[in-house]
């Protein structure tokens, strides 16, 4: 694994030509700094520096599955004092090792710490590494995709078992919280994100926060969850007829979605563009009358975080490329009514390879429980 998060930040360095000669570069975004160095202790930044690269820890690391495992190969330091400034002690070792210029990500860093770099060490230049780091996560190595594809197997058996419970009569909040052990159970270093359940008008709602409602026949329940795996984090919706067979406008919006659900994954093969994805899946709803009540994006990229690019979405440029894995999520939800959605996590393959892969495989038919 050393090699693999050396030739990472090998890659950093050709891209933005940070940390050649004279330049070192600072990340200390947590998921960059876990892509990078295989874990993100807490407060950790990875320095790369002119000769080397050192993760620099406001305390000693504890092993800790949720926050990874640093690379052993990687020098660690820890601060004196466990209420230092990790980013401030970073650009310090820059400047003592010679670093002329100094790269940080200044969408993570607050005003606050980037006036601190340049006073404690006002020669170094202060530059922007922008979204590298996030552009080189966005096509995943074949083990982060397998790590992604546990995550989904995880998701689908948590899912799968809830189903084959009573569900009428429990509330939506105690049904999430469930879900979450559930996924805890069967191997997941936790939850993706907060787990939504929705019942009745709540239902189709995207990130509804559960409440106290409780499940009544007839009801549409709507349930999007999804585990994290070794910092991997996958996601799932699905949506349900609780207890009686579905009523005709049940059946119909169902419909809609599942079709616009379907032309979004067929589209996704590399080449296509992510507003073109979305446009695949948006153009079903409009033309079926619900085009006001459409998510601003179809969907989204997934991996050390639940939402990163791309996002498929309308104004968004870009073109896929093979091995990057996104969730399709339409869905559409009436109010006072309640409504759908379907999400599913792929990633985008070349159809000689079949094409793109499903990791969420839990039936999308429209089941009455």
Known sequence: MSE???ARRGRLRDQCGAAAGSGAALVSRPANVRY????????AVL???PDEDVLICPRTPVADPADGR???????TVLPE??????????GTAAAAGAESLAVEEHHLTVARHRALGSVAPRLRLGDLAGAVEQLRIVKDEEEIACLRIA????????????ESILVGRT??????????????????????????????????????????RVEEGDFLSVCLGANYRGYRCEIGRTFVIGTTPADWQIELYDVVFAAQRAGREALVPGAEYREVDRAARQVLAAAGHGEAVAPRTGHGVGLEIEEDPQLAPGTMGKLDACVPVTVEPGVHLPGR???????????RPEADGGPELLTITTKELLAL
Not at 70 to 76: A, G, I, N
């Open 4 to 6: 693999l998060y050396a």
């Open 36 to 43: 990078l160095a295989g874990g993100a202790p807490p407060g």
């Open 47 to 49: 320095l790369l520096g």
């Open 70 to 76: 640093p690379d052993e190969q990687l020098r660690t």
């Open 82 to 91: 466990p209420d230092g400034d990790t980013v401030v002690a970073a650009a």
């Open 152 to 163: 989904a197997e995880i998701t689908d058996q948590a899912l799968g078992e809830l189903l």
């Open 172 to 213: 939506e909040r105690h049904l999430a919280l469930e879900l979450e052990r559930r996924l805890v159970d069967h191997g997941a270093d936790g939850s993706a994100f907060p787990t939504s359940v929705a019942t009745g008008p709540n239902s189709g709602l995207r990130r509804h926060r559960p409440s106290d409602r």
């Open 338 to 348: 309640g409504g759908v959605r379907i999400d599913d996590t792929l990633v985008v």
